[in-house]
């Protein structure tokens, strides 16, 4: 059995993902600040031992014991345990100078200190299992490329990248370490476009190419981009992958 944390599971690509490794030989760990109870339905009809857990990730005192519940779903001998580090806001959009503290400090706080909490919590927690073990960190790529507008939300995920490139040198010199990604997924029809077309030209001067990517259907589906994901993920040669990679070039 293959053991998945999913963060943001809710909506979007984490929705998407968790419901393409849905199946009776994984177990799901959930986690989002509202339950989809769509999911969990489905969790039913396919006998996948799924659990939801309402949780908002910005409050990080908590995220150790999210590591610890998923440890304790491990079945007898499984077979691998994989931690999806996806949840992510955009937020907030607009020139730097009129950025509030509040909004910097959740977008910093949801999209790298969590992820960096979680897997210091998981690398810890599952170092004496002798199975293969996956950190997969959704990056973007606004974190390797600056989009004016967008300071928090690349500064962010440039962050997850580097310090997926560190934890990824440590994790090479372990025998049995965690292997460790960071990915851009392409550009996903989710509520996080939704949201990035809805804001005033002032605030984000490439709102109108965003827009047209919506109009002529050049926004991949998040059921796509979960397909792809999975294949990656359960790919015999996951261990040997770079640790940065863009989802459109796999
Ligand atoms: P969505 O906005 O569609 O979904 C975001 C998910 O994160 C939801 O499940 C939401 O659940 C959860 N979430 C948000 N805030 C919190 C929080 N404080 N605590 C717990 N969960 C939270 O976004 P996408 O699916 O588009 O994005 C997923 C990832 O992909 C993000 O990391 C994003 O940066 C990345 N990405 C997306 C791209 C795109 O084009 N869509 C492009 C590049 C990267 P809830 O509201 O229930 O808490």
């Given at each position: 059995?293959?053991?998945?944390?999913?963060?943001?599971?809710?909506?979007?690509?984490?929705?998407?993902l968790?419901?393409?490794?849905?199946?009776?030989?994984?177990?799901?760990?959930?986690?989002?600040?509202?339950?989809?109870?769509?999911?969990?339905?489905?969790?039913?009809?396919?006998?996948?031992?799924?659990?939801?857990?309402?949780?908002?990730?910005?409050?990080?005192?908590?995220?150790?014991?999210?590591?610890?519940?998923?440890?304790?779903?491990?079945?007898?001998?499984?077979?691998?345990?994989?931690?999806?580090?996806?949840?992510?806001?955009?937020?907030?959009?607009?020139?730097?100078?009129?950025?509030?503290?509040?909004?910097?400090?959740?977008?910093?706080?949801?999209?790298?200190?969590?992820?960096?909490?979680?897997?210091?919590?998981?690398?810890?927690?599952?170092?004496?299992?002798?199975?293969?073990?996956?950190?997969?960190?959704?990056?973007?790529?606004?974190?390797?490329?600056?989009?004016?507008?967008?300071?928090?939300?690349?500064?962010?995920?440039?962050?997850?990248?580097?310090?997926?490139?560190?934890?990824?040198?440590?994790?090479?010199?372990?025998?049995?370490?965690?292997?460790?990604?960071?990915?851009?997924?392409?550009?996903?029809?989710?509520?996080?476009?939704?949201?990035?077309?809805?804001?005033?030209?002032?605030?984000?001067?490439?709102?109108?190419?965003?827009?047209?990517?919506?109009?002529?259907?050049?926004?991949?589906?998040?059921?796509?981009?979960a397909?792809k994901l999975k294949?990656?993920?359960?790919?015999?040669?996951?261990?040997?992958?770079?640790?940065?990679?863009?989802?459109?070039?796999?």
């Amino acid at each position: 059995m293959n053991v998945y944390l999913i963060t943001g599971a809710s909506k979007g690509i984490g929705l998407a993902l968790s419901k393409e490794l849905m199946s009776e030989n994984n177990v799901l760990i959930c986690v989002a600040r509202t339950t989809n109870e769509e999911l969990l339905q489905l969790g039913k009809e396919k006998e996948c031992h799924i659990v939801f857990l309402e949780y908002d990730l910005v409050n990080i005192e908590g995220l150790e014991e999210l590591i610890k519940t998923m440890v304790a779903h491990l079945p007898a001998n499984p077979h691998s345990i994989t931690l999806i580090n996806n949840a992510g806001v955009v937020d907030p959009i607009g020139r730097t100078e009129n950025n509030k503290a509040e909004g910097i400090n959740k977008s910093i706080t949801l999209n790298l200190t969590a992820p960096m909490v979680l897997s210091s919590a998981f690398i810890k927690h599952v170092k004496d299992y002798p199975i293969q073990k996956k950190i997969i960190n959704i990056s973007s790529g606004a974190g390797r490329n600056p989009y004016t507008g967008w300071s928090s939300y690349c500064a962010s995920k440039a962050g997850l990248d580097h310090y997926t490139r560190v934890v990824s040198q440590e994790q090479d010199g372990e025998i049995n370490g965690v292997k460790i990604i960071s990915i851009a997924p392409g550009i996903i029809d989710t509520g996080m476009q939704e949201k990035i077309r809805s804001v005033d030209e002032k605030d984000f001067e490439l709102v109108g190419r965003f827009i047209d990517y919506k109009e002529q259907g050049q926004l991949s589906s998040p059921e796509f981009t979960a397909q792809k994901l999975k294949r990656i993920i359960e790919s015999k040669t996951f261990n040997k992958l770079d640790p940065i990679l863009d989802l459109r070039e796999l």
